[in-house]
């Protein structure tokens, strides 16, 4: 065992052949020496695979597959366990054995995650609506958000609609307000009005964000809006409602305190109520890379964390001093206290995904802490990452699970080298240089999947974020827990002051850095391998130059894989191009590529669909500016444009559009109609 707490190359059988068969009694230090080599970094990235392959097959797996995975799985099981004692009976040499065992495990996590994600999608499956349909929707108030177009939105659960059987109705679905001035009812109430519903949207283009997907892991069966009053069924429930209604009250205390969207953004910090903040703002804040603190994530779970426990650990240690009679180890005590601080922040912001996942990785963290162990390291963000995946599979698809996965790790990678170079700067210089170089990696790690995922490039983000994030830290974040703990008796003015004071000084520089000249540069949406190449060739070059590769022997050529991998997503990803024809799925709009970018067919209407066209061309002009740009001609209504070899695309909208569509029906044109149009077999490319 001596072995096992020094070099593990000087283990034996290490590495090399070995034919004759090795003591049972250096089959523990091996297998201690194989868990010190950092195996377990590799658990959630088998398991992510696993999951990203299920995300990738084109229809949901059937038996065969199934079947299939699970006689792979009895296979890697039965490999496993015969290649130890194999190689004790010298039928094989030790490096095949660990070669059997460590790849056996590694399928096996690969299937496992194939199978956890599987499973997560069969226990939310639900109803999702079919058609449209316009009448009566009685349901119980889940959740109060903002739309992107600034309405205000309600979810609503065990919903019941006109006609529909119970069996075809959505679990939940979500409206939005079209004429909102009466105040909202109380989350828990049981509402009725009437509304138009129809199934969550498709993609606007091959290969944009699908909705779809979110939808469906968030049991969301339907979407719509309504212009009619709330009418009130059933009284609010009690229980766990009445506290989501004390959560919602406290942010009308935060916003009705501080004021303005200042107060807003405050409570969106501390409560996770967003409803508050309008469009205007969140525009600004994307623009200055900012927006992600208005998503309480890791950023703010830490920061919060972060605070109670320096805080607990101060006061504990003063309290020691004066001679309380207090256990030794009182950082124990303080991580316990933060523990429970993150985990009341965690139900105060209404525990979104974002902010469970970030809970876990502060806990994670924390209990390493009570546990003896290092609190940042990679080990403990496997850790957290591996418990995130049981729990929540399809997260490893969200930009914000990889992201801050991206930014942590990059974080800890750098602590080393920022470690030996700290102790050489002046000591009032240190907090300002850390500050820049956290800010640059974070930034560094996360932006090229910001651009990947949100077709945007904010230039100055890392100025923003410089002049912003340290006054979330010494000022939001600290005074949010102090106003807390002074609401109850009346006295977290003070706090909700300063609170907007930080808030005040974010949406300034946020509309500052926003309103610079090439503030936001504009990209291409990637091909669908791109993100997934970027993600796991970063993966394995981080876990091979860190020396954590499956087999020593394996470490160079795996580094190498790693960087051919983000060589190759960078390369398909700039050699990409846009499809030349883009039709929005009711027909009413057609966008053309052009020498001057896409060329809408309409200045209006399918302007999200349109919108986000341009965004995925990397293009910043407005639908009114793309269709102005001289390629269509014609009626406003019956508008043809010019194709290569000959074709041409007709576009047919309003009030008889499929009447005069056939007339336009010859050989070598596509004819698009915003309605449905009688009859077949048509000479054209007919698309109503």
Known sequence: MAAAQGDITALPGFSGARAAPRPAAARPARMAATQRAGLFAWVPVCMAAGIALWFALPVAPGVSIWTALGLLALVALAAGRVALPWAEGGRIGW???????????????????????GLRSAMVAAPVMEWRYYGPIEGRLVDIDRSARDRIRLTLDRVVLRDTAPDRTPDKVRLSLMDQTDPLPPLGQRVMLTGHLGPPPAPASPGSFDFRWLAWFEGLGAVGYTRTPIMTVEPAEGGLWAMHRARMAVSRAIQDGIGGQEGAVASALMTGDRSGIEEATNEVMRASNLYHIISISGLHMSMLAGFVYTALRMALVLAQGLGAPLPQAVHKLAALGALAASAAYLWLSGGGVATERAFVMVAVMLLAIIADRRAISLRTIALAATIILIYSPEAVTQPGFQMSFAATVALILSAGPWARVAPNLPFWLRPVAMLIVSSLVASIATSPLAAAHFNRMAQYGLLANLLV??????LVMPAGVIGALLAPIGLAGPALWVMGLGTRWMLWVADYVAGLGGAVTALPLPPAPVIPLMCFGATLAVLCWQGLALRRSLTGAGLLAGMAMLAASGAIWLTASRPLLLVAPEGEAVGLMTAQGRAASKPSGGAFVVTTWLQEDGDIATQEQSAARPTWQGDKRDRMAALPQGWQIWHFTG??????????????RIVVVAARVKGGDWPCLMLD
Request: charged fraction near 15%.
């Open 469 to 474: 994030v340290p006054v979330m830290g010494a």
């Open 655 to 668: 009030k008889g559009a499929e009447t005069r569509a056939p007339a336009a029906c010859q050989p070598r």
């Open 95 to 117: 490096p095949l054995a660990d070669a059997l065992r460590i790849g056996s495990m590694a399928l096996l996590l690969v299937i496992l995650g194939f199978g956890l994600i």
